[in-house]
């Protein structure tokens, strides 16, 4: 199936496939989906199925992180009415995540509302990406994944989730194509490629920067789910870049100055 178009409902479908990294960030406007994908991201951690596909739902490990009661899966939220995650909370995930597992090869750690962990919070954290001890794997659910730092962003793959599934084609598909080529190309072949861009009215140059980020989006999609984990870094990189893009493009920030931060940003 599509991953970026999951849905609540596809909740502990075999969606995974190939080598599973670390740690992930899981990011899209509905939170319900996001913690779906989250939940099935875990199980597939854990799964002990031969299937290629991952999680199988119905291995003895399956089972229990689809009833919720697998103890080496630990789920973090805000408590009660509190509005962040503490950065007490993470040092507890921090202290439990070099003890082994119980029963499983590792250990996952779900972080749901991810994006309101204080900075306090995503420091600490950061320490376990950065070194993550052998047996721990760490999933960030977040709404709003601009709020995680940078350097918090780039130690994770990152599979946003969109609200809807759009086709692109025409211009914009033609000229999201053409960025990745130009982007390969070096810095002069993608400063000349920008210089095209700040040509485009505000209308057209929207519609690329969403053909683009969608097309970002596949090619992580492809990379997390077939294990190439330098990729992941660097679409990540390119993808933090192109939010950043479209949410100055909603500001009214020229396409002038939006496509010299782009070059800034990527070169
Ligand atoms: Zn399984």
Do not use: W
Not at 28 to 41: E, F, I
Not at 227 to 239: P, S
């Amino acid at each position: 199936m599509n991953l970026s178009g999951f849905r609540a409902e596809d909740a502990f479908k075999p969606v995974f496939t190939g080598a599973l990294s670390h740690a992930y960030i899981i990011s899209g406007p509905c939170r319900d989906d996001v913690n779906a994908l989250a939940d099935t991201l875990a199980a597939a951690l854990l799964c002990e199925g031969s299937a290629a596909e991952k999680p199988c739902g119905t291995c003895r490990s399956c089972r229990k992180t689809l009833r919720g009661i697998h103890p080496d899966v630990t789920v973090v939220d805000r408590a009660g009415d509190r509005l962040e995650i503490t950065v007490d909370q993470i040092r507890q995930v921090r202290a439990d995540a070099v003890v082994m597992p119980n029963e499983a090869a590792r250990k996952v750690y779900i972080i749901r509302s991810a994006d309101t962990m204080n900075a306090a919070a995503q420091n600490a954290l950061l320490k376990s990406l950065e070194e993550p001890p052998a047996q721990a794997a760490f999933v960030l659910a977040a709404e709003n994944p601009s709020l995680l730092l940078p350097t918090v962003r780039s130690r994770c793959a990152h599979i946003p989730l969109f609200s809807g599934e759009k086709e692109f084609s025409g211009e914009a598909a033609e000229l999201a194509d053409r960025f990745f080529t130009a982007l390969g190309s070096g810095p002069l072949q993608f400063a000349g490629f920008t210089f095209e861009l700040e040509k485009l009215d505000r209308v057209r140059f929207a519609a690329f920067l969403e053909a683009v980020s969608g097309l970002a989006v596949g090619k992580m999609r492809e990379a997390v789910m077939s294990g190439r984990h330098d990729e992941t870094v660097r679409l990540n990189r390119v993808i933090s870049a192109l939010s950043r893009a479209r949410e100055c493009a909603k500001a009214n920030v020229g396409a002038g100055h939006i496509c010299g931060m782009l070059c800034a940003l990527l070169t």
